[in-house]
């Protein structure tokens, strides 16, 4: 039988999950972008040497508006850095920019799970619209098959983001055997620059465990309607 009490656990468990997330990355972004690093290279200077050293010197790295609005556009071949990240001589902009520029890697080697990625994108980005109304009408309809469909639908959604970590977790990678061999850090810089790109990554571990909860909780309430 479907309890109130355990959908309402599940859903503050939930944002329990991403509010923890959220503080841990910006708690480490905020302490690293007040530390210099030795070598005092730019985001924007580390990110030009890898790309030109990795035959990439086709790839434009732009500063965009924003707070962490760090990413790599991959139609436009641009890799865009945040003002702080692309001006910035710190630990967090060494780090961030050499995450961008390991997902212009990951194009150019063709490493599978983008690929992947790609290809379920479309279907990630209609389930997780069309589910959501499809749900709604099943509730305000009471068609439990409906509800059932867009569950399946918002399957789709959480099926891209468990595809996401590994291809998050080998930017990361990528960006830091790169900031080691360039030596754009020294160790203790390094170690510095990990556990940002580790409280990174957990935002989406986070994303992931949350999706996991919401379609629980939609399945608990679809099997307390098929007992009725």
Do not use: C
């Not at 656990?9 to 923890?20: A, C, D």
């Not at 099926?159 to 970590?165: A, H, M, R, V």
């Not at 960006?175 to 020294?186: E, G, N, S």
């Amino acid at each position: 039988m479907y309890s109130i009490g355990l959908d309402y656990l599940i859903f503050f468990i939930s944002i329990g999950v991403t509010l923890l997330a959220q503080f841990f990355v910006s708690s480490s972004y905020s302490k690293y972008k007040k530390v210099n690093t030795k070598d005092k290279k730019t985001g924007f200077e580390v990110a030009r040497k890898i790309l030109d050293d990795n035959g990439l010197e086709d790839i434009y790295v732009v500063e965009v508006p924003g707070n962490l609005t760090d990413h790599y556009d991959p139609r436009r071949k641009t890799i865009r850095l945040s003002r702080d990240i692309f001006h910035g001589t710190t630990i967090a902009a060494n780090a961030v920019a050499a995450h961008e520029v390991g997902h212009a890697l990951q194009y150019k080697e063709g490493y599978t799970p983008i690929k992947i990625r790609n290809t379920i994108l479309p279907l990630a980005n209609f389930g997780s619209r069309a589910g959501y109304i499809i749900i709604f009408i099943s509730f305000i309809l009471g068609l439990t098959k409906f509800l059932w469909l867009g569950i399946a639908l918002i399957g789709f959604m959480l099926l891209f983001q468990l595809i996401t970590l590994p291809v998050e977790f080998n930017a990361s990678s990528r960006a830091k055997k790169q900031l080691k061999k360039y030596h754009f850090l020294t160790d203790g810089e390094l170690d510095g620059a990990n556990t940002m790109l580790s409280a990174a990554a957990m935002t989406y571990v986070a994303s992931v465990l949350t999706a996991i909860l919401e379609i629980l909780r939609l399945i608990l309430i679809a099997n307390s309607r098929d007992g009725d």
